[in-house]
């Protein structure tokens, strides 16, 4: 028999919620006073109010309940996560795909609590991965950005989408419509001035060898009414940007307890300041909630899952993990996929023989798992091995390989290479 390394949880006194967005059904299992061996349960509903949770946690304390279990139900359980754990208790949050009920049997919120109870008091489920408040506070801040950051270029594409109709070619003569001649150009034509010749003659810099195309890609139908709505959309674009700047330094104060970590995740090739910050916003500091790198990568979803049935190997996708944490892999992996270094070459010889949606993810495995050792580490820095890695370690393989044939040919013997002493 194999020794396996879970413990036997038996879990004394339980309390199991329930979550919905206007009220709560809670379950308590307690050992019987009058039978051994025997458990008690009751049943209470509470509404979501924060009066209602305060007397929930006096009866929850009252009843000397060791651990609080809950579902994952929409945002509908943070403010009961919250309040509990600031009460002192302990608090388990759960994937509902873990502790699904048994199919064909009733379903009423009574039942799913008495459920959920049974199931945690016999440790047959798994918390998920709660930060603490800190990285919940830095971690809203950054996801609020993203999500600014998202708006700001819909305006953008919009804006871009305006002077297609008509019939004004800005963006395919100058690479950035919103650079200093690009925005005093749009400002112009907002303001009425019609002609191309003028209108070039604002570009500055480089952009000033293109007046000739410029010309032409300014001679259009801009109407008033493209201009008003025009300028309502830079208006708009302006004022996210005045947001998102105050939500940047919103975020470094935030940041400065982990400026150590965010100099070390800076290192790596493709992490910005900007990026490092998301990465801990998203994963926290403490790597001892992922034994290894492989349980972050998992964690991640950037890990194929094994599927295995009757002796055949079918085919497994790494599952829908943490959409604002891929979001910032990608943005790593596009950089580091053009660089000339070790995850550039690596992220070039997978493309190649796999596609580019699994260098992606391979590449983002590879992320996670510097990320985790960094952090797991204080004193740990990155260290490029270079975009020649692949081919001198394959060069140095192939050699001795040739030198081994070569010996056997010429021997007529078996060579065994033995490490030198």
Not at 166 to 185: C, N, P, T, W, Y
């Amino acid at each position: 028999m194999q020794e396996t390394n879970e413990p036997v949880e038996f879990v004394e006194r339980v309390a199991a919620i329930d979550i919905g967005k206007s009220g709560l059904v809670v379950c308590i299992r307690v050992p019987s006073e009058d039978k051994p061996g025997r458990r008690r349960q009751e049943v209470r509903e509470f509404t979501t109010l924060t009066a209602s949770l305060l007397a929930l946690a006096d009866w929850l304390r009252c009843q000397s309940v060791s651990l609080v279990a809950m579902e994952a139900t929409s945002d509908y359980w943070k403010p009961v996560y919250y309040l509990l754990e600031a009460e002192g208790f302990t608090c388990w949050l759960l994937n509902a795909k873990h502790v699904k009920n048994v199919p064909g049997r009733p379903k009423t919120d009574k039942l799913d609590a008495v459920w959920l109870a049974k199931v945690v008091e016999r440790g047959m489920c798994r918390p998920s991965l709660v930060h603490p408040k800190p990285i919940r506070q830095l971690r809203d801040l950054t996801r609020y950005r993203r999500s600014l950051v998202r708006e700001r270029t819909r305006e953008k594409q919009r804006v871009e989408k305006l002077l297609e109709d008509a019939q004004i070619k800005l963006s395919s003569v100058i690479s950035d419509v919103f650079g200093v001649s690009g925005r005093e150009m749009l400002q112009a034509l907002i303001d009425g001035q019609r002609d191309p010749k003028t209108l070039a003659q604002m570009a500055r810099g480089p952009m000033r060898s293109k007046i000739p195309i410029l010309q032409e890609a300014l001679t259009g139908h801009f109407t008033d009414e493209h201009g008003f709505l025009c300028q309502m959309m830079t208006d708009r674009i302006d004022d996210l940007s005045a947001r998102i700047e105050a939500v940047s330094r919103r975020i470094e104060d935030k940041i400065v307890p982990y400026a150590a970590a965010v100099d070390q995740l800076d290192e790596i090739i493709g992490v910005g300041a900007i990026a490092a910050q998301e990465l801990i916003a998203e994963i926290g500091i403490d790597m001892s909630r992922f034994p290894t790198a492989g349980h972050l990568v998992s964690w991640a979803k950037f890990a194929p899952i094994d599927n295995n049935s009757a002796g055949k190997k079918k085919g497994g996708s790494t599952g829908k993990g943490n959409p604002w944490l891929a979001a910032t892999l990608a943005e790593i992996v596009a950089v580091t996929s053009r660089s000339n270094t070790f995850l550039g070459e690596r992220y070039r010889r997978l493309s190649r023989r796999r596609g580019r949606k699994r260098a992606i993810v391979a590449l983002g495995n590879s992320v996670l798992t510097i990320v985790w050792h960094l952090l797991s580490d204080p004193d740990a820095r990155y260290h490029d091995l270079g975009p020649d890695f692949y081919q001198s370690r394959l060069a140095t393989r192939r050699r001795e390989r040739d030198l081994i044939r070569q010996l056997e040919r010429l021997t007529g013997k078996t060579v065994t290479l033995q490490p030198t002493a």
